[in-house]
C-alpha cells in the first residue's frame, strides 16, 4: 500500500483525522509548517530510516518513530504501522526529505542543550503568566495562537499534555527548546536562566503517566533531569 502525500500533508500540522482518534488534543508541537526551524523540522526523518532510540537502547524504523511521538508525546494511542494513516504520514515525510543527504543534519533539526542551571519554579511561574498565557493559557491547556489563528499551542500539563515519558517533561530539554524556540511570535526571548526556570515551573505540574517508562535506560545511564525511577540504576563509582 503506497501513502496518500496530501492526506499525510493535512494530517502532519493538524492532526485533525488523528487526533480524534489517538491523542484527543491539539498537536502544535510541529504545527503550521513543518520545514520551519523553530518547529523542530522533521526533514531526513524519512531518509535516515531508522533511529537510535537512547532511552531504550534500540534501533527504530521511522513508523516506530512516529508512534513514539503519538504515545509518549502526544499522550495518545500507537498508529498501525501498516496502516493508511501511517503510510500517509511517512509518505508526506520522504516528500519533506527529497533531495536531502541521508544522514545530514538538518538546520534546525534537535534541540541543541543550554545550560544547565538550577531553575526557580516561582521565578518561572512569574516568567510563564508574562510571556506564556497570550497562547497557552492561564492554565496552561492551550488556547489558539492569536498572531496565528489557525493554530492552537498545546496544552503543557494535565490529562491532555504530554505524558512524563516524553522528551520535553525533562527540565534540560524543555529549557533549550523555550530558549530557542519560545515564543512562537517571539516578542521577547527568554534568556537561557529565564527558560530553565519556566521548564521548571512547567515540568513540575501533573502529567499522564508512561506506563513501561521503568524500562526506559536499559544501560543505567539515565540524564540527570528523567523525572522518573528506572529498573536499571545509574552504575555509581
Not at 25 to 46: F, G, M, Y
Not at 52 to 59: G, P, S
Request: net charge positive.
Amino acid at each position: 500500500m503506497e501513502g496518500d502525500l496530501g492526506q499525510g500533508a493535512v494530517a502532519f500540522p493538524t492532526c485533525v483525522k488523528y487526533r480524534r482518534a489517538t491523542v484527543g488534543r491539539p498537536t502544535a508541537a510541529a504545527s503550521r509548517r513543518s520545514q520551519r526551524v523553530v518547529n523542530v523540522p522533521v526533514l531526513d526523518q524519512s531518509s535516515v530510516k531508522q533511529f537510535l532510540k537512547e532511552n531504550r537502547d534500540i534501533r527504530q524504523i521511522i513508523e516506530d518513530r512516529v508512534n513514539d511521538c503519538f504515545k509518549r508525546s502526544l499522550n495518545g494511542r500507537a498508529l498501525n504501522p501498516a496502516g493508511r494513516d501511517m503510510k500517509d504520514i511517512v509518505t508526506y515525510y520522504a516528500w519533506l526529505s527529497r533531495g536531502t543527504a541521508v544522514g545530514a543534519r538538518t538546520k534546525g533539526q534537535g534541540i541543541d542543550s543550554i545550560g544547565p542551571f538550577e531553575g526557580d519554579k516561582k521565578r518561572g511561574a512569574t516568567v510563564f503568566a508574562t510571556s506564556c498565557t497570550r497562547c497557552h493559557g492561564a492554565d496552561g491547556q492551550g488556547i489558539t495562537i492569536r498572531s496565528h489563528p489557525s493554530l492552537w499551542a498545546p496544552p503543557l500539563w494535565g490529562p491532555r499534555s504530554f505524558s512524563i515519558g516524553a522528551g520535553m517533561a525533562r527540565v534540560r530539554v524543555a529549557a533549550a527548546f523555550i530558549h530557542r524556540h519560545m515564543p512562537f511570535d517571539r516578542l521577547v526571548a527568554p534568556t537561557e536562566g529565564q527558560a530553565f526556570d519556566v521548564a521548571a515551573f512547567v515540568t513540575g505540574q501533573p502529567r499522564p503517566d508512561f506506563p513501561g517508562k521503568e524500562y526506559d535506560w536499559p544501560n543505567g545511564d539515565p540524564p540527570p533531569d528523567v523525572a522518573y525511577a528506572t529498573l536499571k540504576k545509574r552504575a555509581g563509582p
